[in-house]
């Protein structure tokens, strides 16, 4: 029984994780119909650059994450100017391509800066875990999925609750509408782009902590990304979080009862599945001509 | 009347093409041991230098590094510069194996150095087979490679995966029955070096009373051990045995650490010797941990010594298994060919099977399908450093830690 | 008042107003009518800044504001309830009524008050206030439209097409709701597929054919033209709305 429980614990953290890292990319999608294949980079370089600033200083990599989250939002301004957005008014396929591109760019320049070998940060925390009975809460994931909740319930309270939020909204589903109420549409996309992209910033961190990295480390990571929104339903926050906790759970059930062959292939089995089953994805309605939800 | 005018001159160009490449041939046939000093020989080689094992790719390559600039000081081989070259494969088969068919139909180079893990060696070796290339590899153990007749194939460890568990299953041996673990966990990455091991040991132990109650196979990119080592846990085994390559040791362990679960006894292959092993896991967390071993620093063969000295001196850190694995290969390859005396790959092969060479791991002989004949090392970590603890003619320890302390601190 | 002055303006296959010169009454309201095709959805969008004419002027008030962009168009006093509404259906209508003040949002006090004065006259936006504006029905989507449309206090209100899908009671609302307006003052210039409802509830009327202004008069004037019988109530396709019960 405490095989259960552990593990089923141990899979909601991880699939905390996956929420984290998951929320800025569905949220872009769903709002913007784009699909930002530089986000697993985005999140390994806030993980370098969470790692690069504990290692110089000792200030604990998580307090970085936060500390960073502006610099990524910088970062998702800068790229959705220079690239994206040129891009997507041509075409809209060619956006993911060109962000596919801008990924395995950064992942040479990453190599270039910090080299490829393994990296991981070490605060003291990284190994120790908090007991609860004969169950073991390890430290980093809790703080990471702390950190998702946060994320997630602030990503949700900005677009319920305030004008930008309104204002994304109003554009995912009409762009000439939202500009006859003085929506600067352009300029709010971009916000939504960058703000997707300033999530990254405790992701990486938590990354950084919770596990090993490299360079390429990007690729595996959109990976998974893909497959909790695809699971979850392109451009929902709510799915998102389901999809994340489905993933994790399936991970560690498949590790502990099924084979831990089999752990590493199951993002892939249920992106299969789920498409032969519900495309749209758990929490995804049947999608808009005009836009989606969030 | 213009005809014989013509004829004339396309007759002398003809014979001045005939002679062009008459002279073109001639030049082309000289025989490879006239070839001129000033022309290097050039080794080729495909390593896993980017992607999952790349932290231990990068020692081995400064093993390979050294070596041809230690030879390249002293002259060369056969009067003629050394030079690499060295192609990265990412850990990817398909990739090896492409890498070896360019180098050797495409580039033609001289000779090879094998490339690192089972995993990728057993993959690349037919393809030197087939070329006839002579394939001295330096970290492919794992028997199935050795197990189809080649004949220029050889490795350059003391022994193969069959021999790796037997200083280790002799000393639980030693022990009377009441003090020997009672129940095992295996745990290793898909690698066929690393499921032979596991089998092996599952298998020799419950010879001897050792019971197994865990026995699981990771794929190689699994980043996330918390699951495993939980699971490890909930079957309370006395002795864990972890077939790592790189990487994933260290995640096994800090995993174990997250979920407070330390074996009484603990054992992992490969991950242990790489130098960054005890600031990974924290030097205190190393105490009693065993690995095996191809090499030592302090072992007493002629090269060694100076192995040790020299990497030092180039690479300001000292060497580590991997990097003597390399120079081993290296050392091999140079002395058969100085032997054999020309680049002829089936007279070193036939050389190397008939002969024995002395190298940082020891007087190395193989029999007819590449398999050496020594044996491996059985090390331990006591006090933050790996000793030798088995045999008793290599130890550098005389004692032998049957209990592994807790994890501490990192 | 608005003037258009020569304006050309197309979406890259051709022009579609080729050279419209219209002035638009102050605190009148104005109805365009025309075949499809003629170009009376354009003149709005031209105005309102969604599309930029190639050539020609418009000038409210004297102004000029054809190279605005949209919300500077707002900024300047013009609204636009475009066809088929505008509500963003996936959001509840007082977040909808709240976009409607979005120029004035950083002025809470102010939004505020506009709001509560608009619920007065407009009761839906209250009872419904948290439903999605997808889940209402046609007549009280085109009712919180108005609304929000004039939650900036507009001088001007562009309408496209009011009871494009309206049963006859919902027309009425429309009506009525168009003059409330009007009789605040403010200019309405609307584009109308419905040409006695139209003609009805205008002071003006515009007919335009081919990108083109034919004539323009007092609407009750056009009513009565024996011509405008024959050019339109014959020959108009069949809308969804019936002529009859206004």
């Known amino acids: ?125 990284f190994n120790t875990s908090f007991q609860l009975g004969s169950v073991v809460i390890p430290q980093a994931q809790l703080y990471a999925f702390a950190g998702a909740l946060a994320i997630l319930g602030a990503l949700y309270g900005l677009l319920r609750g305030t004008f930008l939020g309104r204002a994304i909204r109003a554009c995912s589903e009409n762009r000439d509408s939202a500009a006859l109420v003085g929506i600067e549409v352009e300029r709010t996309m971009a916000q939504m782009f960058a703000i997707g992209a300033a999530t990254t910033g405790f992701g990486g961190a938590a990354l950084s902590v919770i596990y090993q ?27 998102a979080a389901l999809g994340a906790a489905i993933l994790g759970l399936g991970e560690a059930l498949t590790s502990s009862y099924v084979d831990t062959r089999w752990a590493t292939a199951v993002p892939y089995i249920l992106i299969i599945v789920i498409l032969l089953v519900r495309p749209q994805g758990l929490l995804g309605g049947k999608l808009r001509a005009d836009g989606a939800r969030a | 009347m213009r005809r014989p005018v013509n004829r004339l001159r396309t007759g002398s160009a003809l014979v001045a093409l005939l002679a062009l490449t008459t002279a073109c041939g001639l ?38 590094q050294y070596w041809v600039d230690e030879l390249n000081a002293a002259g060369g081989l056969l009067g003629r510069k050394v030079e690499l070259k060295v192609l990265d494969d990412s850990f990817d088969q398909q990739t090896a194996i492409s890498d070896y068919t360019r180098l050797i139909s495409q580039d033609k180079v001289d000779l090879l150095l094998g490339t690192f893990s089972s995993d990728l060696n057993i993959a690349v070796a037919p393809v030197a087979e087939r070329y006839k290339y002579v394939y001295v ?25 069959q021999k790796l568990p037997d200083r280790f299953v002799d000393l639980i041996a030693g022990l009377p029955a009441d003090q020997r673990p009672k129940s095992l966990a295996l745990v290793q990455l898909d690698d066929p070096n690393t499921t032979q091991a596991a089998k092996l040991f599952g298998e020799r132990l419950g010879a001897l009373g050792v019971k197994t109650v865990y026995n699981k196979t990771y794929a190689p990119d699994t980043s996330n051990f918390d699951t495993i080592a939980n699971a490890i846990k909930q079957a309370k085994p006395d002795l864990v045995i972890n077939g790592s390559i790189a990487g994933d040791g260290i995640s096994l362990i800090r995993s174990f650490q997250k979920v407070s679960f330390s074996p009484k006894q603990f054992y992992q292959l490969n991950t242990p010797t790489d130098p960054s092993f005890a600031k990974s896991i924290g030097a205190s967390s190393t105490e009693g941990i065993f690995t095996y071993l191809a090499w030592s620093p302090e072992a007493k063969y002629p090269s060694n010594a100076g192995f040790v000295a020299g990497y030092t001196k180039q690479f300001k850190a000292a060497p580590s298994e991997d990097a003597a694995n390399s120079y081993t290969a290296g050392q091999v390859l140079a002395t058969a060919v100085k032997a054999v005396g020309k680049l002829d790959q089936t007279a070193i092969a036939d050389w190397l099977h008939k002969n024995t060479v002395e190298t940082v791991v020891g007087p190395l002989n193989w029999d007819a399908t590449g398999r050496p004949q020594g044996d491996m090392l059985l090390g331990q970590f006591q006090n933050g450093k790996l000793q030798i603890v088995s045999p008793k003619s290599a130890a550098t320890s005389a004692d032998v830690l049957f209990v592994k302390p807790g994890w501490s601190g990192s | 008042m608005i003037e258009f002055e020569n304006v050309r303006a197309g979406y890259g296959g051709g022009d579609v107003l080729q050279g419209v010169t219209l002035t638009v009454e102050r605190a009148a309201i104005t109805c365009v009518v025309g075949p499809n095709g003629a170009g009376k959805s354009t003149l709005l969008r031209v105005l309102s800044g969604l599309l930029r004419p190639s050539a020609g002027t418009i000038l409210l008030d004297g102004k000029p504001v054809h190279a605005l962009s949209p919300a500077e168009v707002l900024a300047a006093g013009v609204a636009q309830v475009p066809q088929q509404g505008g509500l963003f259906g996936n959001l509840t209508v007082r977040d909808n009524m709240l976009l409607g003040g979005y120029l004035i949002r950083s002025e809470r006090g102010r939004l505020k008050k506009r709001l509560d004065e608009l619920a007065e006259a407009f009761p839906v936006i209250t009872t419904r206030a948290h439903d999605k504006a997808a889940d209402l029905s046609g007549g009280q989507r085109r009712i919180v439209e108005f609304a929000r449309a004039l939650v900036t206090n ?71 033209r024996p011509d405008m019988a024959a050019l339109f109530f014959g020959a108009a396709p069949e809308t969804s709305h019936p002529e009859g019960g206004l």
């Open chain 1, 1 to 125: 029984m405490t095989l259960l429980v552990q593990t089923v614990i141990l899979g909601l953290l991880v699939g905390g994780v996956y929420a984290l890292m998951s929320s800025g990319f569905s949220l872009v999608f769903g709002v913007m119909r784009i699909i930002n294949l530089a986000h697993g980079a985005m999140i390994v370089l806030a993980a370098f650059l969470s790692w690069w600033v504990w290692d110089r200083t000792g200030i604990d990599p998580l307090l970085v994450g936060v500390i960073i989250t502006p610099v990524m939002y910088v970062v998702g301004r800068v790229l959705y100017r220079l690239v994206i957005a040129r891009v997507h008014r041509i075409d809209h396929e060619l956006a993911m391509v060109a962000s596919f591109g801008v990924a395995i760019a950064a992942g040479g320049v990453m190599a270039l800066i910090w080299g490829t070998e393994v990296r991981s940060a070490t605060p003291s925390y």
């Open chain 1, 213 to 239: 990295f490299v360079p390429d480390s990007h690729y595996v990571w959109i990976g998974r990304i893909l497959c909790v929104v695809i699971l979850g339903g392109l451009g929902s926050l709510l799915g």
């Open chain 2, 27 to 64: 030049a082309a046939e000289k025989p490879a041991d006239q070839a001129t000093s000033t022309e290097p020989i050039v080794i080729g080689m495909s390593l896993p230098l980017s992607g999952p094992v790349a932290d231990r790719a990068k020692p081995g390559m400064e093993g390979y």
């Open chain 2, 137 to 161: 590899q330096p970290s492919g153990g794992a028997d199935e490679i050795f197990a189809r007749d080649f004949k220029y194939l050889f490795f350059a460890q003391p022994a193969t995966t």
């Open chain 3, 154 to 224: 507009p001088s001007v209100v562009l309408l496209d097409e009011p009871t494009l899908g309206l049963d006859p009671k919902t027309c009425e609302v429309v009506f009525e709701s168009t003059q409330t307006m009007n009789e605040l003052g403010v200019t309405v210039l609307m584009v109308e597929q419905n040409v006695r409802f139209g003609l009805k509830l205008a002071h003006h009327g515009v007919v335009m054919e081919r990108g083109q202004v034919l004539f323009a008069a007092p609407a009750d004037e056009l009513l009565a």
